[in-house]
Every structure is written in structure tokens, then in C-alpha cells.
């Protein structure tokens, strides 16, 4: 699957539930899109053959303050690895990835709750860096 993938860029995934009080199973996951609500992506693109995919060093500031750092092999050991598994999976309902996609393979920090003004910004090690605020 990696052979396929043109570039990797840095990104922020935006979640939200529907689900109160974020108490929240399987069913619940599935019916709410995996809490997925939008994402923020960088300008920056390389080469997933460019850059060690398990090493990425990631630190997150809100509002120009630390809150989290993270390495990329906390997704499944290897970003890359979610993806595949992704690909897998999905061409067993006869649904293939196509070029352009953009898959968000997960997080290597926490999640934050946000208010109006945050600002936040993500540095990814030899990926670059991603910024949005919240109005």
C-alpha cells in the first residue's frame, strides 16, 4: 500500500460526536463516522520513501502552549499500517482506495476539547507543520 501512497503531508483531525456525554461503543462509533468531523492538512508533501514513517516526532501547541507530544509509531507501530489494513479491509465490500484519497491513519496524542480562539499548531519532524484556529 505505501507504494501507492504519492505523499504524506502533517494534519489535524477535527472529532465530534453526536453521542453524549462521549459515552460511546462500537455501534455507536460506526453510526457516528468514527467521530470523524473534519481535518486540517499542511502544505508541506513528501514522499513516503523520503521519511522514516515510525519516527515522526510530533509536538501540539494550543494557543502557543505545550500540550502534547507524540511519535508516529503510536499509530499501530507504523502509520502505514493503518492504511493498509484500511485498503485490505475495504476491498472486501468491493470498495477500493483511489488516487487522491486522503486517509487519516490516527493520532499520536490525545485528543483536546476546543473553545473559540483556539489556536492550534502541530510540528511533524521532516513533515512540517500544520496551524487552525477556532472562531
Known amino acids: 500500500m505505501i ?12 472529532i465530534d460526536t453526536r453521542i453524549k456525554e462521549w459515552k460511546i461503543g462500537i455501534c455507536d462509533t460506526i453510526a457516528d463516522n468514527a467521530s ?21 516526532q510530533a509536538t501540539l501547541l ?15 507501530g507504523n502509520p502505514a499500517a493503518g492504511v493498509a489494513w484500511l485498503a485490505q479491509e475495504v476491498e472486501g465490500f468491493g470498495v477500493q482506495l483511489k488516487a487522491g ?4 491513519p490516527g493520532s499520536c496524542t490525545r485528543a483536546f476539547d476546543v473553545r473559540p480562539g483556539d489556536r492550534f499548531h502541530a510540528e511533524f519532524s521532516g513533515l ?3 496551524s487552525l484556529q477556532f472562531k
Open 62 to 76: 494550543r494557543n502557543d502552549e505545550l500540550v502534547a507530544e507524540g511519535c508516529s509509531d503510536a499509530v499501530l
Open 128 to 130: 512540517g507543520s500544520v
Open 36 to 56: 470523524y468531523a473534519g481535518h486540517a492538512i499542511g502544505a508541506q508533501r513528501v514522499r513516503p520513501g523520503d521519511i522514516d514513517l515510525t519516527s515522526i
Open 3 to 14: 507504494a501507492a501512497t504519492e505523499f504524506v503531508v502533517p494534519s489535524i483531525e477535527l
Open 101 to 104: 484519497d486522503i486517509v487519516l
